[in-house]
């Protein structure tokens, strides 16, 4: 019995194929809408985590507080005995197979200075002492074969420890256009004369560079800056950093005070001839459904140790991703939803234009024996055929877009990025929310049809049969 | 589809009234009718516009159901049944033949006939040999599988014919079968109807104006404003 009436729908949607074609039409741009822009956010979720990933890894330790309190004073949260608890951690049966790259990181801030330019330059900055050989590993990472491949930080390698990079603004401000032969980058307005611009501080890291100077002699040709920071014990320190090239950062703020280094020589900056710590013992995982998984087991493993150190996680230390995923999906919900009510209301309309011209059809039927309840599946099957037709049809669309889009090059800087990355609709990204759509899309359609199919079966017999 | 004995009657209605509302007017279609129709019979129901004519062929025809009184259609009470019931005890029991054919357009001539047999569920090869040969009977074997477009108000209503007599009812219902059609097709029509009731020994029960499709009956109940005005058996 389903299948005459499977035909009779079928052949009532080609009978007004006009009608069909325009509902289909309306439910194919939603589902071309839908997809195309399920496509963007994938795109634009994968392509964040991706980038945090690289740069940040999955999870980072730290000592219990440094996530609430640390930032005021990095040095002051450093973590114990590191490469004790990055053995454990590398040796953990359940921990090592996941691991991609283990590596320690130092936060540090402090004062940046060119004193050996004319215009001598001084500047807080914010730094990050990496071993560069991990820091490459961890940019290869591409779990998503999103094509976002950051740079490798030039210049530096696991030998050299006086060789960093900083960000083009702090470059800029700290006079060092020339020698690192910066593009975009104008002559400054005539600044005071020099004697009177040396403040008591550049005169004091001079005079604390000094000490060092015949390392900076053996430095290679570049840019030279110093950068004086507190140690732990309080004391003043400074070291010399070999500027081997520039890195532009997304935000300007860190942009002007981003300075990448060796571990070895923050370090040295940091803890001088003391114990030397991490604030940071960095896990890239092979795979990010691990994180949990990795998190639970680390968790595990400190209160086991009673080692007083805490994870968290990409999302936790960029909260800019979060609100970015939340911003993205309430804009989904919102172009789901008009989507859906456009589906709903020309669904609606094109099956009580359809009941209303085959009144006189369902009484017959209804005369013949036909129960109500078929005359209501009948005109269900019809609502689903255009919610199908029309979603087959915008998807096919959206795949055939897509993929014009993703080869056609086009490249884009997202937010919070300095370099442009290559513009792709993922539209089989997530692949469930993606068959989400289309099913929600069809149910929308037969949903629309049951206030007409229902209208259709509550008919009277006698009146449908009257009905001209 | 069980013969009822041949003495009992197909149909049976005790004082059986029948009204509607019409805005604040209540209008009675039928008024406390009472009658019994014999089975295997050509039956006519006669009477002027608005006498009652279609009101008491669709109440038979278990369509519609009565203000007052009993409707029995092959010894059951309809009233007894509820609603899926009374769909499937019209799809086992009656076919219908309408005035303007009422054939499902979207399917050819073949499936409008095979539709009835679809809904008792009758097995596909039967089904087939019924439909095929249901088509032979009414001389539209070669026209199985046109749509209803392509074919003639006459060809229509034969479609509509066989459509009805397929299952094998008990009981035909026609309401002005021959209305919407010239008079040589319409008295061919009729010939056909006569032929196929007297080899199926259904019961056909017609409301008519048609002089010609009267002349034909074996029964002729007149109706007037509501009420049964006289019973004549042919040759009576």
Redesign the interface.
């Known amino acids: 019995?389903i299948?005459?009436l499977v035909?009779?729908a079928w052949?009532?949607i080609v009978?007004n194929r006009r009608r069909s074609l325009m509902t289909a039409s309306a439910v194919a741009a939603g589902a071309l809408a839908m997809l195309l822009f399920l496509g963007y956010t994938t795109y634009i979720f994968l392509g964040m985590e991706t980038g945090n990933v690289q740069h940040l890894g999955h999870l980072r330790v730290f000592r219990a507080g440094y996530f609430l309190y640390g930032a005021g004073n990095p040095t002051a949260y450093g973590i114990d005995g590191y490469r004790e608890v990055m053995r454990e951690i590398g040796d953990d049966p359940v921990l090592k197979p996941m691991i991609r790259v283990l590596t320690p990181a130092q936060s540090l801030m402090g004062i940046a200075a060119n004193y050996r330019s004319d215009n001598a330059a001084s500047r807080t900055f914010f730094g990050e002492g990496i071993i560069p050989s991990d820091r490459a590993r961890m940019l290869g990472w591409d779990q998503y074969h999103t094509g976002i491949f950051h740079p490798l930080d030039p210049g530096m390698s696991d030998a050299d420890e006086s060789s960093g990079l900083v960000g083009t603004g702090l470059a800029r401000i700290l006079n060092l256009c020339a020698p690192l032969k910066l593009p975009d980058c104008p002559p400054a307005p005539a600044a005071a004369p020099a004697e009177e611009h040396r403040g008591p501080v550049n005169a004091d890291i001079a005079e604390l560079a000094g000490r060092d100077a015949p390392q900076a002699e053996q430095a290679p040709e570049g840019a030279q800056i110093d950068l004086l920071a507190a140690t732990v014990g309080g004391a003043p320190n400074v070291v010399s950093l070999h500027v081997a090239s520039t890195q532009p950062q997304g935000a300007k703020e860190l942009d002007d005070a981003y300075v990448l280094m060796h571990l070895g020589l923050a370090q040295q900056l940091v803890y001088g001839r003391e114990e030397h710590k991490v604030t940071a013992i960095v896990l890239q995982l092979r795979d990010s459904r691990y994180m949990s998984a990795a998190r639970a087991r680390l968790n595990a493993l400190f209160r086991e140790r009673q080692l007083g150190l805490e994870v968290r996680d990409f999302g936790e230390l960029v909260p800019f991703y979060g609100q970015v995923i939340r911003l993205f999906s309430s804009i989904f919900l919102f172009i789901a939803l008009v989507m859906g009510m456009i589906v709903l209301f020309a669904v609606v309309n094109t099956m009580t234009m359809n009941v209303m011209e085959r009144i006189?059809?369902i009484?017959?039927?209804?005369?013949?024996?036909?129960?109500?309840?078929r005359i209501r599946a009948q005109f269900l099957i019809e609502g689903t055929f255009i919610g199908l037709i029309g979603t087959v049809v915008g998807a096919a669309l959206a795949i055939g877009i897509a993929t014009l889009v993703n080869r056609s090059g086009i490249t884009w800087i997202p937010p919070g990025n300095a370099i442009p990355i290559p513009l792709h609709l993922d539209v089989l990204g997530r692949p469930l929310r993606a068959a989400s759509i289309c099913v929600g899309l069809v149910l929308v359609a037969t949903a629309a049809a049951l206030l007409p199919a229902n209208r259709a079966a509550r008919l009277s017999?006698?009146d449908a049969?009257r009905h001209? | 589809m069980t013969q009822p004995a041949a003495t009992s009657p197909v149909v049976r209605l005790a004082h059986v009234s029948r009204t509607y509302q019409s805005g604040a007017l209540e209008v009675r279609a039928l008024d406390d009718l009472s009658l019994e129709i014999p089975p295997d019979r050509f039956s006519v129901v006669i009477g002027a516009s608005g006498s009652g004519k279609t009101t008491l062929l669709n109440l038979i025809g278990c369509i519609d159901a009565p203000s007052k009184g009993v409707v029995e259609v092959c010894r059951q009470n309809i009233a007894e049944l509820d609603d899926d019931a009374v769909a499937d005890f019209r799809a086992r029991n009656i076919g219908f033949i309408f005035q303007t054919f009422s054939l499902i357009p979207v399917l050819s001539a073949y499936e409008n006939v095979e539709y009835p047999l679809l809904l008792v569920g009758m097995p596909a090869a039967e089904r087939r040999r019924r439909t095929t040969a249901m088509l032979e009977a009414v001389g539209l074997a070669a026209q199985a599988q046109r749509q209803p477009n392509e074919l003639s108000g006459g060809q229509k209503q034969r479609v509509a014919i066989a459509r009805a007599l397929v299952k094998q009812p008990q009981l035909v219902l026609a309401d002005e079968p021959t209305a919407n059609l010239d008079s040589a097709t319409g008295a061919a029509i009729i010939a056909l109807m006569r032929r196929v009731q007297a080899d199926s020994h259904t019961t056909f029960i017609f409301a008519t104006h048609d002089p010609q499709l009267m002349s034909h009956a074996d029964e002729i109940f007149a109706i007037r404003d509501g009420a049964l005005l006289e019973h004549r058996r042919s040759g009576a």
């Open positions: 019995m299948g005459v035909k009779i052949r009532n009978r006189n059809e009484g017959t039927s209804r005369a013949m024996g036909v129960r109500r309840s017999v006698v049969l001209i």
